[in-house]
């Protein structure tokens, strides 16, 4: 089994907490989005990256002296978001670590995807974001089938933590050899499921940080997920969705 994730906006820099394990499988597509993004001007920057002009100035520093293979952070504690602080990797156990980085891997617009102590620097490229480059239209497009099958040579059942702008550079290049598993965070309104986005991040990072505690690799333990008021609905689920409802409305 192999989890994935999306990444978080905001990065940070930690290179004293934990060593990382290597580099970026796809750093070689990395280097190209960089050389398209420092051959682009300040205005266009600033539209690719859909920011205020505080972001852009730092994200054009970072661009300036970046460097994809020195002063690294490990990419799950690279992150910073509202997920990544439910998960808390930064108090994981020795045997919670071993657990992910062989079970998470973490798509990125940037990196493509990461294993969570693969080296990375901080940036700003989100999946969506329309980035041209070497004939293709998008990152979409400059990516894709690469990263599923990457993922389809390492399992043959994949767990989505992923929100959609991320999970569909996989979905869309599955094959009936690999079971695509979603998990769905919602609250039962008027006969519906309903999703909350910051709910949504909150419970996802508390599902990784549940799947590592208890060292999970069969699908079907996944119901008993039982954090943050959820509580795993069978009536709502099926073999391709595992809809977990929030008991607790008063959030």
């Not at 930690?14 to 990395?30: A, M, N, V």
């Not at 300040?42 to 054009?60: E, S, T, V």
């Not at 990544?84 to 990125?108: D, N």
């Not at 099958?149 to 929100?163: G, K, M, R, Y």
Request: with cysteine; glycine share 6%.
């Amino acid at each position: 089994m192999r989890i994935i994730l999306s990444p978080a906006k905001k990065m940070r820099v930690d290179t004293d907490s934990l060593p990382c394990q290597g580099l970026p499988r796809f750093l070689s597509h990395t280097r190209r989005l960089l050389e398209a993004m420092r051959a682009m001007d300040a205005a266009g920057l600033k539209r690719l990256w859909r920011c205020n002009d505080q972001i852009a100035a730092l994200n054009l520093r970072r661009l300036e002296t970046m460097d994809l293979q020195k002063g690294l952070t490990p990419a799950i504690l690279s992150y910073v978001g509202i997920q990544y602080q439910h998960m808390a990797p930064g108090v994981f156990t020795t045997r919670e670590y071993s657990y992910v980085q062989e079970h998470l891997r973490i798509l990125s617009g940037f990196y493509g995807l990461l294993r969570p102590f693969d080296g990375v620097t901080p940036y700003r490229l989100e999946m969506q974001a329309k980035l041209a480059v070497d004939g293709a239209k998008d990152l979409y497009a400059f990516w894709g089938d690469s990263l599923a099958l990457q993922l389809f040579q390492e399992t043959d059942c994949i767990l989505n933590l992923a929100s959609q702008e991320y999970s569909v550079c996989i979905s869309r290049h599955l094959n009936p050899a690999v079971r695509f598993l979603t998990c769905v965070f919602g609250e039962e309104r008027d006969g519906k499921v309903m999703e909350k986005g910051t709910l949504c991040k909150m419970a996802r990072g508390e599902m990784v940080r549940y799947l590592a505690e208890n060292q999970i690799t069969d699908p079907d333990a996944i119901k008993g997920f039982d954090r943050l008021g959820y509580r795993y609905a069978p009536g709502r689920s099926d073999e391709h969705t595992f809809v977990f409802l929030r008991e607790n409305m008063t959030s």
